[in-house]
């Protein structure tokens, strides 16, 4: 991939729709995302409404992760080499049965209940694409220019953010009345945005060619150069796992779990303000000038979280925080494309890295809130802060990063 054409200075939002081919693939990928955001969420509403038995639940929602972190990437790898409309036509026909399934499973009671949920939510977890990768993918083929690139990977962002808020609060409002039906949400991500976006022809990546797809091609180039990067999206998904489950037991311990809420959302309006504001700015820089400052504001920013002694400045310390999210996510998506070509198999691995790292940081924050307090946790976060920062530092530094810009050019 040739990085050394010639890029717009600046390039904002309304440069960047104005295509008229580009403006659905914002709208579809931000339903095709509702999965992402809410079937975790929705499995453990509908398990534990049925059978009242939150470890059941639990067990579920984990089988759903398992399975969608082992699959997503080969997912992405046959989509780099067959074409993502067929991809998404087939995974997304197999995950909205197979939650459609589980609102069946939930309805109904017998013998068969049990494990008819925990298929279903493994079967739904095995057919999920990382939409994601898919998006930017397209972006990345849509817009070759670097600046073009990174201002779209910051309106991902903000796609991203808003639909981790508007998920939750559709499911929500859905098991009001009842709690099987809290996976129907979901379903509409695959049954209407991945069909969608699999008709979108235009803005789809063409296939890998035969010879990079061997041994040596694709998976050479996925790979190439995005390991140290993949390991920095674990250190920042363990760093936001942990503070996600920190502020949840620390508003419950407090009597007020909503607050939870309040300063989850604090954070989504911090990281999707920077990149409305400032996205067609930062989109200016280089990827490797924007990555690591950003994760040194994310981080020094979480420093305030073990300090706020109250609500409102916990809501502050998360807005702050939150304002470095985007940009750091965005530019760390935008250097994996370009090391690796902008194949969706190399983005999905750094989104799968993210997910395992979030589940670290949830667990080793849950056992660590149990024993000793959130408000003390919230040093376990700083740790991973720094840590995920010194994986930023290597990423963008040495040895990695230069062998990839001889190979791209």
């Not at 074409?83 to 017998?110: D, W």
């Amino acid at each position: 991939m040739n990085t050394s054409l010639p890029a717009p200075a600046r390039v904002g939002y309304r440069e960047l729709l104005a295509p008229r081919a580009r403006r659905p693939l914002v709208v579809t990928g931000a339903i095709s995302r509702l999965p992402l955001a809410g079937a975790g969420m929705a499995i453990v509403l509908a398990a534990g409404g049925a059978t009242h038995s939150y470890g059941l639940a639990g067990t579920a929602s984990a089988l759903y992760v398992i399975a969608s972190s082992v699959m997503a990437p080969l997912h992405a790898r046959r989509m780099d080499r067959t074409g993502q409309r067929r991809v998404l036509m087939v995974a997304g026909s197999t995950q909205a049965t197979a939650f459609a399934c589980l609102i069946l499973a939930c309805r109904t009671s017998g013998w068969w209940q049990v494990p008819g949920i925990l298929v279903a939510a493994a079967l739904a977890g095995a057919a999920q694409v990382d939409i994601g990768s898919a998006v930017r993918a397209r972006w990345a083929h849509a817009v070759p220019d670097r600046v073009s690139q990174q201002t779209a990977f910051l309106l991902e962002s903000v796609v991203d953010e808003l639909m981790f808020i508007l998920a939750p609060m559709a499911i929500t409002a859905v098991t009001v009345a009842h709690t099987w039906a809290a996976p129907a949400v979901v379903l509409v991500g695959p049954a209407v945005g991945w069909l969608l976006l699999a008709g979108q022809t235009g803005t789809a990546p063409p296939p890998l060619a035969r010879s990079d797809a061997g041994p040596s091609g694709a998976r050479a180039v996925s790979m190439a150069g995005s390991r140290s990067l993949v390991a920095a999206f674990v250190g920042i998904g363990a760093y936001l796992g942990s503070i996600e489950i920190l502020l949840v037991a620390l508003a419950d311990a407090d009597g007020a779990p909503h607050w939870a809420g309040y300063t989850l959302a604090a954070w989504a309006l911090g990281s999707a303000s920077a990149a409305l504001v400032a996205g067609p700015h930062l989109g200016r820089l280089t990827p490797e000038r924007v990555f690591v400052p950003a994760m040194a504001w994310m981080t020094g920013s979480g420093l305030l979280l073990p300090l706020a002694g109250s609500r409102l400045p916990l809501a502050g310390a998360c807005f702050l925080a939150g304002i470095g999210a985007a940009p750091a996510l965005s530019s760390g998506f935008s250097l994996i494309g370009r090391r690796t070509a902008g194949a969706a198999e190399g983005m999905s691995w750094a989104s799968s890295g993210m997910g395992a790292g979030t589940t670290i940081g949830a667990f080793s924050g849950g056992w660590l809130a149990d024993r000793t307090g959130s408000g003390t946790a919230f040093w376990l976060c700083v740790g991973f802060g720094v840590a995920a920062l010194a994986l930023a530092w290597r990423a963008t530094s040495g040895g990695e990063t230069g062998s990839t810009a001889r190979s791209s050019v």
